[in-house]
């Protein structure tokens, strides 16, 4: 199994989830997060917000998907998300057991 997160801006949330609406997912985790990158304090799109200028508002999106459709389900989260300008986000890919796999009992 693997745990695919996806780090976008807020706008860019809502076409993913539709992208991955009838994706082979085990679970999707959705929250709010803060944090800068190469695009620094950049804000240009939250210069008349309450935002400070040292983080800039993100969505984190968390899927677990079998290893097999995996890569599906990051190309449809880029494709939904790319919109060729700076910050549009990353993908990070990890390994994932689950509770059962690793100790044999449930939880």
Known sequence: MKQVVAIVKPFLAERILEGLRRAPLEAVHVREVKGVGRQKSYLDEYADS???EAFLPKVEITAWVDDMRAEEVIRKMVEAA???RMGDGKIFVLSAQSYE???GGKF
């Open 101 to 103: 796999a690793v100790l």
């Open 50 to 52: 309450e935002y400070a």
């Open 82 to 84: 790319r919109t060729g």
